[in-house]
Structures are given as structure tokens and as C-alpha cells.
């Protein structure tokens, strides 16, 4: 059922049909249940180190990954979880390199925070603050010297908004108008220091005029108003434009990483941002406005929690690395051959 | 905008055309003095005597620069870093301060220095690096330091001064004494990281502080509009929750009534404020520079100079004629003179301080190659 503009008067701007609509729920509560139980593998020894979780976030990811295809790069920092798997790397092998596996994205060497795929061109979570804006914005260079049909969006935290790696990079982008889109999630918090503390302006997306950027800001609780700022914003920079800069106003759900007791923001805080959790009100939405039915959500939960469950097995069965392999995949010179590759 | 009686400031949008940003007005630039010297909006507050000031030491700055530059064609000092152009910038934003205030230089300051009362043969002896300087030759001529008149060494890496300078305003207010901190940066230094990270510290924390970009409009070769896409580099400023205006920078008159107004508003706890003093590189970037490679002569020979341009209004006010000039162009060419003479005459600093003053105790390797070095030669 294609919805039709006088029908469906919020939804149809999108001009998506129940499938893709259901699709963008299913991505969001993959995502879901992938940290739950993630959550779940860390208390119980199976994950370590460090470890942050998406939770709260994934429309973010969803919507903004959703207006990408295939050929556009995504870089983020260390909370990767979400875009990894949004971008369309096997759920499967992020949770074995969670596991420190073989089959991980990483061989199993890089954990939570370095995951990467350069077949779906997911080009890594980095754990350095802010120092993948400057990766992003080289590939972006690249893009353009090559002059390739793609795109590189960015996503950042509001703590990575304070680094001079950030400054850098959108002057530079701006000056030489690099196919490059960032993408802030403002989620309110840079580990426990609220932005209150870390910036003098309330809002960040206003400094993208300090480099002549065009700024917006967006509800990051709202998968299909994501999904449709990072499309325009993709659009300007196909079109030769330059970067674009959005502000996604979004909200962590659950501690910065395993080991914060999160004792910098009230338990009331966080319900009320649990109010417009996009894993409920989206769903509202679509049974409300008569896109799909409650039984059909149940569906779709069921299934994400089945294609987890056979994650973490996946995971478990899977080999360690070869501590013969100790040394290898690090310098170019032992890049892997064959089958062994990353 | 700075918010104060004394010093009023245009309140920024005047309906000229959008810049290459995109951003709708442009503001138009603090100014007291108009381009042929005539008085054109409202002067500091200054006695005769700080007018004549002001104009003595820009003059001696021009002729300092004219000398030394030709010392270094003659072999007799290794480099040099003029400031020729900048002068009402550099003189008249140090000359706003008070005594007790922190200067942290970036690389055209040595105004600031003179201001302060910093003798010119101690200048000369830092560029000649023998046993009259005070640091023997251990920092990059041009790299002056004056703790005493409160005046941080210059440092080589662009833009590091900036979280230094913000560091020492918020000690000030932690400590909650009157200290203002102005710290310097170019326009290529606005690119800097550290640039983004003193600023959003300074808006943060809300420090006691000017911060002074002297866009001179060239990075070495770079030119502003290959550094930055905003065509004003104060609009960054808003981006930190920090004041910011353009100031005319070749006007000094101007320069004095905005580092005025910004050090009373920090000294009050009104917190930091962002000055663009709007000025030109005349000069080459330094005397390893040829411009002429990378930019028009034309270019060059249409910039305006801040010392006629004040000039004209100091002898309009009756305050100074030609015999007057004459008098301080021989006064300078002699004290001048005299500084490199006394300290030409120095001899090279002792070879056994190579490896003094940098460590508290000198490393055992450092100690072994100076004792190599002093070893007798067969
Ligand atoms: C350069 C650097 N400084 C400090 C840290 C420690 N650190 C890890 S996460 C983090 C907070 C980042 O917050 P934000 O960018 O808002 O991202 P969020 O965790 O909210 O997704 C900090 C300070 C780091 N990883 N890198
Ligand atoms: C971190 C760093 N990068 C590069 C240089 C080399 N360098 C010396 S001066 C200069 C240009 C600085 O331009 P600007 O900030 O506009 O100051 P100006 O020379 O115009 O006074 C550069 C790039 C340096 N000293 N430090
Ligand atoms: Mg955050
Ligand atoms: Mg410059």
C-alpha cells in the first residue's frame, strides 16, 4: 500500500510505502534489542573493556543512514554500534568482534569501538574525540579529487564539538565545499558533563556560520525527520555545494559506557526524554495514522529478537584469533590475502 | 558588541552586500579616524601627551623594522620579521592596558613590547643572540620574552599562545585580582585547533580576556580568503557566546578605544571579548619571504599606512609639524644607532651555556655533548 498525500498527511512528505516505513522500525528496534543484549554479554563477562551503547539514539543512525546508499561513507566515533549495523554490516559479526572473535568486523582486534567495513564503506569508529572529523573530511577531499557520485557523512558527539580537530575540519570543508555531511548528535552529555558546562551558546548548530556552513537543527527522536534533513543535505553536496552541517537533538538512554554510574543527571530527566523514545512513538505513529497494525509490530519485535539471539550464537561459536596472528594486520605490509582479510 | 557608555561601538549590521558565506550584512568596522586623518567619530579619552605617545612609538617601531631588515641584508643578524603596516595595531591595542596586565604575543608584537617600555637595545641584543641577551641566544630571533614587564615569549607554533593566554585570564579570575590577559593570533592562526579551543574555553569559563586577531590579510602566502570561508573573521566569534567586532586596524585611535572598552568590560567580569583589527602585511612575512612571487606589487602599494594617516591628525590638532618630525626621525636613527653599536661590541655568549636554562639539571647526554663540544680539537 503506497500512502497517498491526502491520506496521510504527516507521513507521506517521505514518500515512502509500508514496507520501507516498517523497514526503518525494523532497523530501529534491531538496534534496540542488539544493545540489550549486548548490555546482557558484558555483565555477564562474555564483552569487556570499553563498551557504549546506542540506546536512545537510533533514529539518528536509522534515518540518516537510510538516506545514504551503499556507496557513501560513514565515519563515527566510538558509540558505532548503531551506525555499523544501520550501514548494513552483518549484526552478526559486530557482535562477534564485541566478543573479540575471528569472524569480527576487526578480526577481532578492534572491540566495540573499532569497527569497520570497507565493503559497505563504513570507514570505523574511532575512539579518539572528535579525531575521525578530520578523516572524514580527507575522504570527503578524496571523493571530490576523484570526482566519484558519493558522499561522506559524519557523526560526532556535542563533546567533540569542543576539539580543535573539529575546528579544522569544517573550515577546510567549507573553503574547498567538500561532498561531506556532519552530522552532530547532541545527546546532551559528554560523558558526565552536560553541555551547559562545556559550551557558552545553548544551541551548536548556529556556530556552523562561524565557518559559513549552513546549520539546522532536527528532532533526533523522529526517524523520518532525519532521514529527511541528511537527504537534502546529501542533495547540496552531490549538487556541489559543500558541507552541511545538522544538529540532531537526541538523548542517551542509558550510562555513557559500562563503567559510569551516571550520577550527573536525575532518573526524571531520563523518563521524560523516555517519552519520545522513537521506539514507541514511531510505531504509534505508523498504527495510528493506519500504516501497519499492532500485530505487525509484535512481528517485527519478535523477529529482531530471534536475529539477535542467533548473534550472540554466533559469537559464541565462533573461533579467537590465531595468537600466531598477534602481529599481523596492523602495518600494510602484512596486509591479509585472501579470505583472511578484514 | 561591547556595552559601554565611553566607548560606544556600531551596532553591526549595516545593509552592505552578503559576504561569500552567505551571511546577510556585513558590520562595518570601528573607526575614529578617516583614511586621510580627519576625525571621524569619537576619540579616546587620551591627554596630549599619550597622543604624542602614541605616534613616537609607531614611528619607532617603522624605523626599528627599517633597520634591522637592512642589518639582515648585511649579514650581520640572521633574520627578521617586520611588522611595517601593523603598527597602529600592535601600538595601540598594547598601549589600552594597564601595567599589570599579561601580554601573550603571536609574531608581530614587538610594538606591544616598545609600549612597555622594553629598551630597544635589549631588542637588538635578542636578535643578535650574544652575551647582552638575556635568553644567550637560545631562542629564534624576534622571539622576545619580558617577564618583568609581563610579556610571554614568542612562540614559533601558531596559535599556541591562545589556550596559554586563556589559562592565565582564568587564573586571574580565579585568584580575583584586576588582570586582564590580551592575547594575540593572525589570520592564519584562526585555522589553528588551539585557535577553537582557547575560544570556546574563554566563552565557557567566561575568562578576563582580549583576544586580538590582526588580520593582515596573508598567512605567509596564504591569503585570507584561502583560510577561511567567512569573510569576517569576528562573526566566529559568536560561535563561542563571545563578543566579536572589526575594528579599523590601521587606525590607531580606534584600535585604542576597543582594547579599551574590552579590557574594562573583562576587568569588570563581563568576560572575553574577540577584536579583528583590520589591517595589511606591508612587509615581506619575514626575510626569508619574497612576496613578490605570490602577490601583485599593485597589492602592496596601495596599503594604508597608519602613521601619516595619524599624522594628519595629530598636526591638524596643532600637535606636531615637520620640525617636530625631524627632530624624532634623528632621535630615533640615534638611539638606534647607539643600541647596536653597545651591543655589536658583545662578544658571542660562553659555549658552556649552550646547555643552561633550558633544563632545571641538564640530562646526562646533553652534559656529555657539551663536553665534547669544549673538547680541544687536534
Ligand atoms: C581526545 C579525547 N579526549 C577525551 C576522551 C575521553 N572521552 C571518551 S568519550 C568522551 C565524551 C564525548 O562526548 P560526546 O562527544 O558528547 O559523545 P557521546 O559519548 O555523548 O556520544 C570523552 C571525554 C577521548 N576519548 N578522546
Ligand atoms: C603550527 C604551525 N604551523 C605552521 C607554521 C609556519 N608558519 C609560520 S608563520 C605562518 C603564517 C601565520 O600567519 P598569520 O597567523 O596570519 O600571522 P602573520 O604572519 O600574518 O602575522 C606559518 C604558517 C608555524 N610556525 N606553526
Ligand atoms: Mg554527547
Ligand atoms: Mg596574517
Known amino acids: 500500500m503506497t500512502i497517498r498525500h491526502e491520506e496521510r498527511p504527516v507521513l507521506t512528505p517521505h514518500n515512502l510505502d509500508e514496507t520501507e516505513l516498517l523497514g526503518l522500525f525494523r532497523r530501529m528496534a534491531l538496534l534496540r534489542e542488539f544493545e540489550e543484549r549486548t548490555a546482557e554479554q558484558y555483565a555477564r563477562g562474555r564483552i569487556w573493556g570499553f563498551c557504549h551503547l546506542y540506546t536512545g539514539q537510533e533514529a539518528v543512525a536509522v534515518g540518516a543512514v537510510s538516506a545514504l546508499t551503499r556507496e557513501d561513507y560513514v565515519v563515527t566515533a566510538y558509540r558505532d554500534h548503531g551506525q555499523a549495523i544501520a550501514k548494513g554490516i552483518d549484526p552478526k559479526r559486530v557482535m562477534a568482534e564485541l566478543f573479540g572473535k575471528r569472524t569480527g568486523t576487526s578480526l577481532g582486534r578492534g572491540g566495540s569501538m573499532h569497527l569497520f567495513d570497507r565493503e559497505v564503506n563504513f570507514m570505523g569508529g574511532y575512539a579518539i574525540v572528535g579525531g575521525h572529523l578530520p578523516i572524514a573530511t580527507g575522504l570527503a577531499l578524496a571523493v571530490q579529487y576523484r570526482e566519484e557520485d558519493r558522499i561522506v557523512a559524519t557523526f560526532f558527539g556535542d563533546g567533540a564539538v569542543a576539539e580543535g580537530a573539529f575546528h579544522e575540519s569544517l573550515n577546510l570543508a567549507q573553503l574547498w565545499q567538500l561532498p561531506v555531511v556532519f552530522v552532530l548528535e547532541n545527546n546532551l552529555y559528554g560523558m558526565g558533563t552536560a553541555v551547559e558546562r562545556a559550551s557558552a551558546t545553548r544551541d551548536f548548530h548556529p556556530r556552523a556560520e562561524a565557518y559559513g556552513i549552513p546549520g539546522e537543527a532536527v528532532d533526533g527522536m523522529d526517524v523520518l525527520a532525519v532521514r529527511e534533513a541528511v537527504t537534502r543535505a546529501r542533495d547540496r553536496a552531490l549538487d556541489g555545494k559543500g558541507p552541511s552541517f545538522l544538529e540532531m537533538k537526541t538523548y542517551r538512554f542509558r550510562p555513557h559506557s559500562m563503567s559510569d554510574p551516571g550520577r550527573y543527571r536525575t532518573r526524571g530527566e531520563v523518563d521524560i526524554w523516555r517519552q519520545r523514545d522513537p521506539l514507541r512513538t514511531f510505531p504509534e505513529r505508523l498504527i495510528e495514522e493506519e500504516v501497519a497494525t499492532r500485530e505487525q509490530i509484535d512481528v517485527i519485535l519478535g523477529e529482531v529478537e530471534e536475529e539477535v539471539r542467533e548473534c550472540i550464537a554466533f559469537a559464541e561459536e565462533s573461533p579467537h584469533p590465531e595468537p600466531a596472528d598477534l602481529m599481523r594486520f596492523v602495518w600494510a605490509a602484512d596486509e591479509p590475502e585472501g579470505e583472511d582479510g578484514p | 558588541m561591547i556595552p559601554s557608555a565611553s566607548h560606544p561601538v556600531p551596532s553591526g549590521t549595516a545593509g552592505s552586500p552578503s559576504g561569500p ?104 641584543a635578542q636578535l643578535y643572540g650574544n652575551r647582552a641577551d638575556d635568553a644567550l641566544g637560545h631562542q629564534m630571533p624576534c622571539h622576545y620574552t619580558a617577564r618583568e614587564l609581563r610579556f610571554v615569549s614568542m612562540s614559533s607554533c601558531i596559535a599556541n599562545q591562545l589556550p596559554q593566554a586563556v589559562g592565565a585570564a582564568w587564573a586571574a579570575r580565579i585568584r580575583g585580582d584586576r588582570t586582564v590577559v590580551l592575547g594575540y593570533i593572525g589570520d592564519g592562526g584562526t585555522s589553528e585547533g588551539d585557535f577553537h579551543a582557547a575560544m570556546n574555553f574563554a566563552g565557557v569559563f567566561r575568562t578576563p580576556c582580549v583576544i586580538l586577531c590582526q588580520n593582515n590579510r596573508w598567512a605567509i602566502s596564504v591569503p585570507v580568503e584561502k583560510q577561511t570561508a567567512v569573510r569576517e573573521i569576528a562573526r566566529k566569534a559568536a560561535a563561542y557566546g563571545i563578543p566579536g567586532l572589526q575594528v579599523d586596524g590601521n587606525d590607531v585611535l580606534a584600535v585604542v578605544a576597543a582594547t579599551r572598552a574590552a579590557a574594562d568590560r573583562a576587568r569588570c567580569g563581563g ?17 626569508s619571504d619574497d612576496p613578490t612571487r605570490y602577490r601583485a606589487s599593485e597589492e602592496a602599494g596601495r596599503w594604508p599606512d597608519p602613521i601619516p594617516r595619524y599624522r594628519a591628525f595629530l598636526e591638524a590638532s596643532g600637535a606636531w609639524d615637520e620640525e617636530r618630525e625631524r627632530g624624532l626621525q634623528a632621535e630615533l636613527e640615534g638611539e638606534i644607532d647607539a643600541a647596536i653599536e653597545e651591543v655589536e661590541a658583545e662578544p658571542a655568549p660562553d659555549p658552556a651555556s649552550l646547555i643552561e636554562g633550558v633544563f632545571a639539571t641538564p640530562p646526562a647526554l646533553l652534559r656529555d655533548q657539551l663536553e665534547e663540544v669544549l673538547r680541544p680539537r687536534r
Open chain 2, 21 to 124: 558565506d552567505g551571511s546577510p550584512d556585513s558590520q562595518v568596522p570601528l573607526r575614529v579616524l578617516s583614511p586621510d586623518g580627519g576625525l571621524e567619530g569619537e576619540a579616546p579619552d587620551l591627554s596630549p601627551t599619550e597622543r604624542e605617545a602614541l605616534y613616537r612609538q609607531m614611528s619607532r617601531l617603522r624605523a626599528f623594522d627599517n633597520r634591522m631588515i637592512n642589518l639582515q641584508r648585511q649579514g650581520r643578524i640572521g633574520f627578521y620579521g617586520p611588522a611595517t603596516g601593523q603598527e597602529a595595531t600592535t601600538v595601540g591595542s598594547a598601549f589600552a592596558l594597564e601595567a599589570g596586565d599579561w601580554i601573550f604575543p603571536a609574531l608581530r608584537e614587538a610594538g606591544a613590547l616598545l609600549v612597555r617600555g622594553y629598551p630597544l637595545r635589549k631588542m637588538v
Open chain 2, 271 to 287: 568576560g572575553p571579548t574577540f577584536i579583528e583589527a583590520l589591517t595589511y602585511r606591508a612587509g615581506p612575512h619575514t626575510t
